[in-house]
C-alpha cells in the first residue's frame, strides 16, 4: 500500500460542522459556520470552537463570552453553508435563511430552533493560536428537541439526519456500524 506525503496541515476529517450563533452587547445576533469545534471535557462539559479573528462574529463572542452551539442537519445544509460564506456585517442571517431565534436560558446568543440540539456556552478561556483563536467553554445549557426521543426518554439524534463536514464538502452520515463497547460484548453483537 503506497502512501504519498503531503505537507502538514490539518487532515482530520469528517468534522462536526455546526451553526453559532452570536449575540453583541446591543443585542445584535449572527450566526457562523464552524468546522473547527469540538469536545473538551465531560465533567465539566466543555467544548471549543476556533474563529478567525477576522471573522464578523469573533468580536461577538469575545465581546460577551457567549455563544450557542447548534447542531446541524441534512435539512440546514444550505443555511450550513450559506453562513460560512456570508458576511453578517452584510445581512441578517437569520432572515435570510428562514431561521427562528429563540431565547437562551443562560447566555445573551440565541438558540437556532430549527437545530436539534442546542449548547449554551461560557467562554472560560480565549487561546490566540496563530490564524484562528480557540474559544474554551462551559456548556451552561443543552436544549433537545423532543422530536428525536423514543418512547424510552433516549435522544436519537440519528433520526435528525445530521450532517459532517469533509475537506471541503458536507456529508450526511451513515448507518450505524456498532455500538460503544459491542467489540468485547461476549454475544458479540453490535447493539
Known amino acids: 500500500m503506497a502512501k504519498q506525503n503531503f505537507k502538514p496541515g490539518n ?83 437569520f432572515k435570510a435563511c428562514s431561521l427562528t431565534a429563540l431565547p437562551a436560558d443562560f447566555v445573551a446568543a440565541p438558540l437556532i430552533a430549527e437545530s436539534p440540539v442546542n449548547m449554551e456556552c461560557i467562554v472560560t478561556e480565549q487561546k490566540n493560536l496563530g490564524s484562528h483563536t480557540m474559544f474554551l467553554a462551559r456548556v451552561a445549557a443543552v436544549h433537545a428537541d423532543d422530536r428525536y426521543m423514543d418512547e424510552k426518554g433516549r ?18 452520515t451513515g448507518r450505524t456500524l456498532g455500538t460503544f463497547g459491542y467489540s468485547v460484548k461476549k454475544n458479540g453483537s453490535r447493539s
Open 11 to 93: 487532515m482530520l476529517y469528517p468534522l462536526p460542522v455546526v451553526l453559532v450563533s452570536v449575540a453583541d452587547r446591543a443585542g445584535h445576533y449572527n450566526i457562523i459556520t464552524v468546522a473547527w469545534t469540538g469536545t473538551v471535557c465531560s465533567d465539566p462539559p466543555m467544548v471549543s470552537v476556533s474563529v478567525r479573528p477576522d471573522r464578523y462574529s469573533y468580536h461577538m463572542i469575545e465581546e460577551t463570552g457567549q455563544f450557542v452551539i447548534n447542531l446541524t442537519t441534512e435539512a440546514l445544509v444550505r443555511a450550513v453553508d450559506f453562513c460560512g460564506v456570508r458576511s453578517g456585517r452584510d445581512l441578517d442571517k
Open 155 to 172: 435522544f436519537c439524534l440519528e433520526k435528525a439526519k445530521p450532517i459532517v463536514y469533509s475537506h471541503g464538502q458536507y456529508l450526511a
